[in-house]
């Protein structure tokens, strides 16, 4: 037990010095069975080898940092016990359908411009002053959205869609379920100014219910139930003579 | 040389950063302001706090308590005028959190929800379930997304504050993805990088909280107050340190030692598992020392029990808590008490910063855990400090705002050779540096292990004085590091390096004002003076940077007000 050891091959990449990525294996000490990938990410680049480059923060599966594919699933690697995979190797690498920046970090600048794009904010025709105190919302309200409101923009719905993988056009599971969140929020007023983005022929309509991203999604959100219900509800706005309710 | 250019940056993207940055907006909204973050902005570590936000909502409820709670709670050391300020502003902040879409939990009729919380004499705290910190910096985020007068800088580092005559015009930042660093400047700066809790080696902080701001400012000059002040939370988990919120108390669970005895009756009767942090953790730390604790794979703990809540309300109150039992220990915690024991999780101290943010350097505010406004003095209550990103975010942004309205335009004459200078410098102390033989992860990892000896729950002379002489010591073998990562494209080894300067840093003066302080007072507890000292100590520390030596100390009158000193039993 004390000496048990395990293999992680971590994917590398250096854009000024690699024109492909290559595959680095590191033999490390698997000293406690509460160890995750990341402590062993973590035991490599303190002790082992410094410019193995990764993100990560909170280390409690909240902050969305630590999403990368791990033997070809993708994971949060704070949350991937290495006693689930020992004694076999553990495959590392940058989550897929992404641009790669450098080793296990992929570039997400197009998600941070899909998510404005889908007005995640409340809009209200009228906004109610502060001296109004709060808006009335019953438990059974939040009920609506709560589940697409737990998104914590990992990005591993991203990298299990196979939509997204062959168009990055796709407005994809997560931007979908966050339009949802607001949509289905007793206080906002916006659904209208939402339409023409999750409504896009590059939204909804490409997706093609492989239900991937909701296998993967560690917080329980259901994105490809979002895309479904958006699907719905758009087609009864267009069809139905009183679909443009508010 | 190019550089971008503001009215107000904001420097960080949590809660108190983005709320400042809005703030800014609202107050002018012909205003640019930019937003600099070593990481994407919903990563800040806002998104880990759990329990809720502590306001006055309900017509029982009054400033006056929530104000004596938390003097009482800070050892008299909160300077009362703030805290008055804080409570009145509290309220309206949660409200505004609210019209932007915060899924606070619900009371039957609609209007936000109320728990207790430790130190509290009433129910004040507002939550959304578990998950109060991720839900309001989710929502303040996306709030954040409409302005189109905020421009984001993300993933940048920033590495010195750029003062001229005495006044900050800006920051050298380095742009994690390129490798090249830049300046950012504008007319004035808040400082939001939140905490430090990296400094220890067990901490419910993330990776993230490594002191930056604190170091930033203090080495600009500004003071950093009251750094003896390190908050212990009761509940970590063994081994990952992973917050299990108070909240769980909140809602009714119990503390037992391995006698199956609800040891707090003897610490705080009244009060019992609603008590304060710094009580309760040290209440803890002597159940383990006089061996009332369990002893497991990772330490000595005790047992946090909510069986009798009932299936039901964990699911409906406490679900994130449900899920990390699963997932982080293999436990349910509808069947099966939670291994705890104390962990580092806040900093009281900070930039020294008065009511509206504002620093000793003229154009620099700080807000939110990186600053020190006198609002939690030696001991802060838990649902406190989202509240405090709230109300002295919004009131840096607005006096940031302010300031940069009168204030002259930055020119590039002197930042573009402030920037040279800077570049110059962490190419020369890191990529190219040469002949180093100390790794940074190792010296970080002795920094941890000693804080966590040499000041944690209990201090003395003796740990002070040996932790003062190996924080020098380690500070000598940070100048012989030796960086294995020599690209630029996001090089976190390199940030990592600069982390850990910043983190020794603010190790350094934690301690040497611990050895100072000669008296127990909040989260302070010395083992050589056990008792409070009102004649002496009734003061604020500030510690000042000096170069290659420890830092100058001075002292501060406490604002007192209408609650005088008194003793503390709950």
């Known amino acids: 037990m004390a000496d048990r050891r395990i293999t992680i091959q971590a994917v590398r990449y250096d854009p000024e010095k690699d024109t492909a990525p290559r595959m680095q294996a590191y033999d490390i000490p698997f000293y406690d069975d509460s160890m995750v990938v990341l402590d062993a990410l973590n035991y490599i680049k303190a002790h082992v080898d410094g410019s193995l480059s990764y993100r990560w923060s909170c280390r409690m599966g909240i902050c969305g940092s630590c999403g990368m594919m791990v033997n070809g699933t993708p994971k949060l690697t704070c949350n991937a016990f290495l006693r689930d995979y020992w004694p076999r190797p553990v495959h590392v690498g940058p989550l897929n359908n992404f641009p790669v920046i450098r080793d296990l970090v992929i570039d997400m600048d197009d998600f941070m411009h899909k998510l404005q794009a889908i007005k995640p904010w409340i809009i209200r025709k009228q906004e109610l002053p502060l001296g109004a105190g709060e808006h009335r919302q019953t438990n059974r309200q939040i009920d609506d959205f709560h589940q697409f409101s737990q998104c914590i923009n990992c990005m591993l719905c991203y990298a299990a869609c196979p939509v997204y993988g062959l168009n990055n056009e796709f407005l994809g599971p997560a931007a979908t379920a966050l339009a949802r969140r607001y949509n289905l929020d007793s206080r906002d007023q916006g659904v209208k100014e939402r339409l023409p983005v999750v409504a896009d022929p590059e939204a909804v309509w490409e997706c093609s219910f492989v239900g991937e991203c909701s296998v993967v999604c560690p917080k329980g959100v259901d994105p490809a139930k979002a895309i479904q219900q958006t699907k719905l509800e758009t087609t009864m706005r267009f069809v139905l003579p009183y679909g443009n309710r508010e | 040389m190019d550089f971008e250019s503001y009215d107000v940056l904001v420097v960080g993207g949590g809660l108190a950063g983005i709320r400042a940055a809005i703030a800014a907006v609202e107050a002018n909204p012909r205003a640019r302001v930019g937003m600099v973050s070593k990481v ?55 409200v505004q959190m609210e019209h932007w879409g915060c899924p606070w939990s619900r009371n039957p009729d609609g209007t936000i929800a109320t728990r207790p919380f430790g130190g509290m004499t009433t129910w004040r705290t507002c939550f959304a379930a578990d998950k109060s910190g991720f839900h309001m910096l989710h929502t303040v985020f996306q709030t954040s997304l409409k302005y189109p007068q905020i421009t984001r800088h993300d993933e940048a580092f920033v590495t010195k504050l750029l003062v ?16 090249r660093i830049d300046a950012i400047t504008a007319k004035s700066t808040i400082l939001a990088t939140g905490g430090l809790g990296r400094i220890y080696a067990f901490t419910t902080n993330g990776n993230i909280c490594t002191g930056d701001g604190m170091a930033l400012a203090y080495r600009a000059g500004a003071g950093l107050r009251d750094m003896e002040m390190v908050q212990f939370h009761p509940t970590g988990l063994p081994f990952t340190g992973i917050l299990i919120t108070e909240a769980v108390r909140g809602e009714g669970g119990y503390l037992y030692n391995n006698q199956g005895e609800r040891f707090l009756k003897r610490y705080v009767p009244n009060k019992m598992e609603l008590g304060p942090r710094d009580i309760i953790s040290r209440a803890m730390t002597i159940e383990f020392e006089e061996g009332r604790g369990f002893e497991g794979p990772h330490g000595k703990y005790l047992h946090l029990d909510v069986r009798h809540l009932g299936e039901k309300v964990i699911d409906e109150r406490l679900p994130f808590m449900r899920e990390l039992g699963r997932e982080y220990v293999g436990i349910d915690i509808v069947k099966e008490p939670i291994p705890v024991r104390p962990v580092q999780h806040y900093m009281m101290g900070g930039v020294d910063a008065d009511i509206a943010g504002a620093t000793a350097i003229d154009g620099l505010y700080a807000a939110g855990e990186c600053a020190n406004v006198g609002l939690n003095g030696a001991n802060r209550l838990g649902s406190n400090s989202l509240p405090e990103c709230l109300v002295f975010g919004a009131a840096a942004g607005r006096a940031a705002a302010e300031f940069a309205g009168g204030a002259k335009p930055v020119t590039a004459n002197p930042v573009d050779a402030m920037v040279w200078d800077e570049a ?29 000896e040499g000041a944690g729950v209990f201090r003395t002379k003796e740990g002070l004085t040996q932790l003062v002489e190996k924080l020098g010591g380690l500070r000598d073998r940070f100048d012989r590091i030796k960086i294995d990562d020599t690209s630029r494209a996001f090089n976190t080894e390199l940030t990592a390096a600069m982390e850990l300067d910043f983190m020794l840093e603010c190790a350094t003066a934690i301690a040497v004002s611990a050895l100072a302080r000669e008296e127990s007072r909040g989260a302070h507890a010395r083992r050589d003076f056990p008792e409070r000292d009102d004649q002496k100590f009734l003061k604020h520390t500030l510690a000042y940077w000096r170069e290659g030596a420890k830092p100058r100390l001075e002292y501060e009158d406490v604002h007192l007000g209408n609650f005088k000193p008194q003793a503390r039993t709950y």
């Open chain 2, 164 to 179: 001229e005559d005495s006044r900050c015009v800006g920051v050298a930042a380095l742009d994690m993805k390129s490798g």
């Open chain 2, 40 to 94: 994407y902005p919903m990563r800040s570590h806002t998104v880990s706090a759990e329990g809720g936000a502590a306001a006055v909502m309900r017509p029982e409820d009054s400033y006056e308590t929530h104000a004596f709670d938390t003097i009482k709670g800070s050892d008299y050391l909160a300077d009362q005028d703030v805290v008055e300020a804080f409570v009145r502003e509290a309220p309206l902040e949660i």
């Open chain 2, 424 to 452: 110059r410098r962490v190419e020369t102390s890191y990529i190219e540096k040469k002949g180093g033989d100390e790794r940074i992860g190792v010296i970080r990892e002795e920094m941890q292990h000693d804080m966590d």
